[in-house]
């Protein structure tokens, strides 16, 4: 079954830095990966998707990269700010299920001013 | 505004008594799911509706049912909720049951059984 993981759970930054999130997963047969932001008490905002067919995504200050034969993807964050803290979550589509979504528990953003 | 609505957002309930929350979008998408997020487990799927009449379950489908009725609306049903099923529950939809497709998600439901 697919596991998809995220290190580190949480990470502290000040504002201004860039940064990466990383998200593994274990069974390379997938559709697509998706990038979610969900702040507390809030639902998921999608923030990128990309096919398997694709290397990356890019939208605004954020990057996402998918290496899909290392089961890999990588959230870059360009210029940090305290707007961006929030926990933000990766899931792939794979080949198996019906449209199910494989989540990672998430990695909590503080960006401190 | 094209969105996903969950009602209720907060719900305190005893075991064993019955409640529906319910899930509505309005972009005329084909397929509808259920997660719940639990800490330390993230999100599993419960349920989902590839379209109107056509349900399946998830990952987690014990002590819940589902219905789609109509295209726009995928209720969630707890015949008889337990403590266990204490969780944050999110609907979503896809335009199509499309595997490369895109998943929008709700606010999100929070329901804690005493």
């Known amino acids: 079954k697919q596991e998809v993981t995220q290190i580190p759970a949480a990470l502290s930054v000040p504002e201004g830095e860039n940064l990466v999130l990383n998200c593994s997963f274990t069974?390379?047969?997938?559709?697509?990966l998706q990038w979610f932001r969900q702040d507390p008490g809030k639902g998921l905002t999608s923030l990128l998707l990309?096919?398997?067919?694709?290397r990356e995504q890019t939208s605004g200050r954020l990057n996402a990269s998918l290496d899909k034969s290392s089961g890999r993807s990588t959230l870059y964050i360009a210029a940090s700010q305290p707007g961006d803290s929030a926990t933000y979550l990766c899931?792939?589509?794979?080949?198996?299920?019906?449209?199910?979504?494989?989540f990672g528990t998430g990695t909590r953003l503080t960006v401190i001013p | 505004e094209a969105q996903v609505t969950q009602n209720p957002r907060y719900l305190i309930t005893v075991t064993g008594k019955k409640l529906t929350v319910t899930c509505s979008q309005n972009?005329?998408?084909?397929?509808m799911s259920w997660y719940r997020q639990d800490p330390g487990l993230g999100l599993r799927q419960i349920y989902y509706?590839?379209?109107?009449?056509?349900?399946d379950k998830g990952d987690v489908p014990e002590g819940y049912k589902v219905s789609r009725k109509e295209k726009r609306n995928f209720p969630l049903i707890l015949e008889s909720p337990s403590p266990n099923q204490t969780s944050l529950y999110f609907c979503?939809?896809?335009?199509?049951?499309?595997?490369?497709?895109?998943?929008?998600f709700g606010e999100g439901s929070r329901l804690t059984v005493l």
């Open positions: 069974d390379s047969a997938i559709y697509n």
């Open positions: 509706s590839m379209n109107v009449e056509v349900t």
């Open positions: 979503a939809s896809s335009l199509r049951p499309d595997p490369t497709g895109e998943l929008f």
């Open positions: 972009m005329n998408h084909e397929y």
């Open positions: 990309i096919q398997s067919s694709q």
């Open positions: 899931a792939v589509k794979d080949q198996t299920g019906a449209n199910n979504l494989f």
